[in-house]
């Protein structure tokens, strides 16, 4: 079955660590997406990427990276410099376009220790 | 800019029926609706393209009204699995952007 796979489903984190959160998709699409969702908030974008070796930074992008190598994959490292990154991750991706539906892994959570 | 989304939090008793909207300040090309169970991840339910058009399945239907940058989701006789979380999530008309902003939600609690 097609889909996004997302690990690990938990994750801590000690403080000034980075830790690298995982997204792989067999969905062949191009485009992929960070969200980070904190109660109440929604859904905000940390980075996306519409191509192979290329990203761009979305609305809170500080204190994360990313990297696109390869087409199925697109992992986050949260740093030690983002101060509050206790939070929901989820991974997307969709077809590039307009009007394209985004398909969501079932997200980490990450916490600090 | 995020879009706003109405209300808050919903309780509905099974058979009832809800409308949540969402509003955004600036043009659109499209909105997407997505549910999201506690826990889980947000499930695609679908897309308005510019134009008004009304689209819907079953029980769950949603309108455009892009002259007033304004989308409403309509649930007709709820049912307990309509109980989540339900974002509304706005795509801008900048050139080879196609990324979604989200508002923060519309919490409905469906209870028997």
């Known amino acids: 079955d097609g889909g996004i796979t997302q690990s690990p489903k938990y994750l801590f984190r000690k403080e000034g660590q980075n830790v690298t959160l995982s997204c792989e998709q067999n969905l062949n699409h191009d485009a992929m997406y960070w969200y980070r969702q904190d109660p109440g908030q929604g859904l905000r974008l940390i980075y996306y990427?519409?191509?192979?070796?290329?990203?761009q930074k979305g609305d809170i992008a500080e204190g994360y990276s990313v990297s696109r190598e390869k087409k199925e994959s697109f992992p986050l490292t949260v740093t030690s410099a983002q101060k509050n990154p206790t939070a929901f991750y989820l991974c997307?991706?969709?077809?590039?376009?307009?009007?394209?539906?985004?398909?969501f892994g079932d997200g980490t959570r990450l916490s600090i220790l | 800019q995020q879009p706003v989304q109405s209300p808050q939090a919903v309780i509905l008793r099974e058979g009832e029926d809800a409308v949540i909207n969402c509003s955004s300040s600036k043009a659109l090309y499209s909105v997407h609706w997505y549910r999201q169970k506690h826990g889980e991840a947000p499930v695609f339910l679908m897309i308005?393209?510019?134009?008004?058009e009304q689209k819907g399945h079953e029980k769950i239907s949603a309108s455009f009204n892009e002259k007033k940058q304004q989308s409403s989701l309509y649930l007709t006789a709820s049912q307990l699995s309509y109980s989540g979380t339900y974002f509304c999530g706005t795509e801008k008309p900048e050139a080879g952007s196609y990324q979604l902003t989200f508002g923060k939600g519309t919490k409905l609690s469906v209870i028997p």
């Open positions: 990427s519409q191509i192979v070796n290329d990203f």
């Open positions: 308005l393209l510019k134009g008004g």
């Open positions: 997307a991706s969709s077809w590039t376009g307009v009007g394209q539906p985004q398909h």
